[in-house]
């Protein structure tokens, strides 16, 4: 176990330490209909059609909200196929053949800082509405909605922390795009009129701070301080990060912006100064491929909607091919598992983990209690895992209080007997809707 986990620490200090490797010129992209947000969609285009880069192409509908869908490159509609979503699912994605041109759509046009400077609250959510602008660390949660709320806030915090095993995309992100994230926090404070911003980082990454603070002498206007929080897991919780920043405790069920706080990730911020001064939809983002059954872990910018396969292609391709392989789709506590290389990067994937397959043999329950010492949310996985089992939706809606589970895989990862915990946290929460 030792080994293993320097082992990790190597593969994660390669990574961080590697500057992003740009492939943004797929011959091909491939868009998603629907997601694990939003059950039903539908284009505008047929195969045949020229495509332009932040082109609204189609629509997603939610529950309660609708979302756009954007071209990612210029080019011709190919038609639909089936590819695996970061949810895991096979979805329907449209196939668009990259003419490398990037022609941009007429409406993706730079606003200059004066336009910037009158634009009113109503202005940022139709600007993060228009560019389905969503949270990038992979709650895909709509901005728009966020900022639509009528509770005043006072503090934004930027989720910088990035706090799974593995992942680097984030701090790649920091060290390489300082300015506009900047930019972006300047915009979320106009936009929500707030007088403080946080941007939270792992104690450990001198180097973030580093970067953070110099870059900060150029925008003396704001109201910005760059705060180290703990190293630990799940630190990149919303909840933790208001906690640790602000020492503020959010009550469970209570929304951070009922206490004045507003988060934000990293991702999204600079997805927001995209939005506003260029008026683009999310196009591009940061990648991490990593893990022991890869030849060449790396940070990619990566081309929204392009092929895993591709992308590990360019990594060298599978390490030790012999051995079966485990690919998790996001980070390995909270990701979804691959039966398939046949994924797509959705502009919420934030990694994909390749792991050497390892047999753990599932043992009984031993009672030891280390998944309830382990839950950040106080809740008890092992009565959870019964009352699935025994198909109580009553206890799991209440006494379990299941709704409060963000299904950090804690439970899984410190169970002494192997048992998949965190699927039965999955299952419960599926059965309380």
């Not at 992003?20 to 947000?37: H, K, L, S």
């Not at 709704?403 to 950090?408: A, D, F, H, M, Q």
Request: hydrophobic share 35%; glycine share 6%.
């Amino acid at each position: 176990m030792i080994a293993k986990t320097r082992e990790i620490a190597n593969i994660l200090k390669l990574t961080v330490s590697l500057p992003t490797v740009r492939y943004v010129d797929p011959d091909y992209v491939y868009i998603a209909v629907t997601n694990a947000r939003c059950a039903s969609g539908e284009m505008f285009v047929k195969p045949g059609d020229h495509v332009k880069v932040g082109q609204q192409i189609g629509l997603r509908k939610g529950p309660f909200f609708e979302q756009p869908i954007h071209s990612t490159v210029s080019g011709e509609v190919v038609g639909t196929v089936k590819k695996f979503h970061r949810s895991g699912k096979l979805t329907e994605f449209l196939q668009i053949k990259n003419d490398k041109l990037d022609e941009l759509y007429e409406a993706c046009v730079e606003r200059t800082e004066e336009e910037i400077a009158n634009l009113t609250k109503e202005d940022f959510i139709k600007i993060t509405k228009e560019n389905s602008l969503v949270g990038l660390g992979g709650s895909s949660f709509p901005t728009y909605i966020k900022l639509s709320g009528n509770d005043p806030i006072d503090t934004i915090c930027i989720n910088a922390v990035e706090c799974e095993p593995y992942l680097s995309a984030d701090h790649r992100l920091v060290m390489e795009f300082p300015y506009r994230i900047y930019r972006g926090i300047k915009y979320a404070m106009q936009a929500t009129g707030a007088k403080k911003a946080y941007i939270c980082i792992k104690k450990k990454y001198q180097d973030l701070y580093d970067c953070l603070t110099v870059a900060k002498t150029r925008f003396p206007e704001l109201n910005v301080e760059v705060k180290r929080v703990g190293n630990y897991y799940p630190q990149g919780w919303e909840i933790e990060v208001i906690k640790s920043a602000l020492g503020i405790q959010v009550p469970s069920g209570v929304l951070p912006a009922k206490l004045g706080v507003m988060v934000l990730n990293v991702s999204t911020i600079v997805g927001l100064y995209k939005a506003v001064r260029y008026n683009m939809p999310v196009v591009k983002r940061n990648f991490t491929i990593t893990g022991d059954g890869i030849k060449y872990p790396q940070n990619y910018r990566l081309r929204v909607g392009t092929s895993l396969q591709e992308v590990i292609a360019k990594s060298g391709g599978y390490k030790d091919e012999e051995q079966n392989k485990v690919l998790i789709l996001g980070g390995p506590m909270m990701g979804a598992n691959l039966v398939r290389d046949d994924a797509v990067i959705t502009k919420t994937c934030t990694s994909c983990i390749i792991l050497n397959e390892k047999k753990y043999q599932e043992e009984p329950c031993v009672h030891c209690a280390s998944c309830v010492y382990s839950c950040p949310a106080g809740l008890q996985p092992v009565q959870i895992m019964q009352a699935v089992k025994n198909n109580d939706k009553d206890a799991l809606k209440n006494e379990l209080n299941i709704k409060s589970c963000i299904l950090c895989g804690m439970c899984s990862y410190t169970c002494t007997s192997k048992i998949h915990l965190t699927d039965y946290c999955r299952k419960a929460k599926k059965m309380a809707m």
